[in-house]
């Protein structure tokens, strides 16, 4: 792995033509954050896969393995969060983004990617997440696993219908067809950092879609295949998991979907002065 230089961070005009004569993409201008849990296993299988960033940021969210230590061999940086937490692990990880851009460490990305540390995600397609971006055609890119061909056995059944479920609730207190709430994604990082991110847990992947339909992002979905897990699963791999994950994930619809009707049966309503 790279990591970020001023001189490593090329204009976009520059960079396109740079990727048409090489034939392969610059992702110079590109923050990968990893949060992992006790994924001493999986976790260099997935940064030998990565292709060339300007940095990746493992969040080791509490392990009792080798995580921290694979994650620096593997050329990462890495942080430590140990309040357990799908999302307080990604916050985390943007956090000391932040940080490493304000006090001018390194300068800001133009994307920030996100992939699981359990290689069920394919790493090397990463390019293919950040090339609408580059091109200024959108804002923001999701993998979708359903889309894509997956493994057998990488989604058990409860997975694939309640990702389903979940998007057909988005489509139809928000409008706009979702086909997944897939882990590997990236996103412009100017653009993210106006979204206000704040879950913690479960709700991290559907807060961020809800938020990019509020801000008016460009959205685009990609099919990306998807592979049985290194290890057991922490979610769907548990029953406590599955029904925690599917309330949080639920719940953080409803709320931002009360929240819209609440927004537009104001706008709906005249004001007082105006009567």
Request: charge should be negative.
């Amino acid at each position: 792995m790279v990591t970020l230089t001023e001189t490593d961070v090329v204009p976009k005009t520059d960079r396109v033509a740079d990727e048409t004569k090489s034939g392969s993409p610059c992702l110079s201008d590109v923050v990968v954050i990893i949060p992992a849990l006790n994924e001493e296993a999986s976790l260099p299988l997935v940064l030998e896969a990565l292709p060339p960033v300007g940095m990746v940021i493992v969040v080791d969210n509490g392990s009792h393995d080798r995580t921290s230590e694979v994650a620096r061999l593997g050329g990462a940086r890495v942080f430590r969060e140990d309040q357990r937490g799908y999302g307080k692990a990604c916050l985390r990880g943007l956090d000391e983004l932040r940080r490493m851009v304000a006090e001018t460490e390194i300068p800001a990305p133009s994307v920030v990617a996100f992939v699981d540390a359990d290689f069920s995600d394919h790493p090397n397609l990463l390019p293919l997440l950040v090339e609408p971006i580059h091109l200024g055609e959108t804002d923001f890119v999701l993998g979708s696993r359903l889309l894509g061909e997956r493994e057998a056995g990488a989604m058990p059944p409860q997975s694939v219908y309640g990702n389903r479920f979940a998007c057909w609730l988005m489509r139809i207190l928000f409008g706009h067809r979702y086909t997944d709430l897939g882990p590997f994604r990236a996103i412009d990082y100017a653009k993210l950092e106006q979204l206000g991110m704040a879950d913690e847990n479960f709700g991290w992947t559907v807060e961020m879609q809800l938020k990019a339909l509020q801000a008016g992002l460009r959205i685009t979905e990609i099919p990306v295949p998807y592979r049985c897990r290194v290890g057991t699963s922490k979610i769907s791999g548990t029953v406590s998991g599955t029904i925690k994950a599917g309330y949080k994930i639920l719940y953080t619809i409803a709320k931002y979907g009360l929240f819209r009707r609440v927004a537009l049966a104001r706008s709906a309503t005249p004001n007082r002065a105006d009567v």
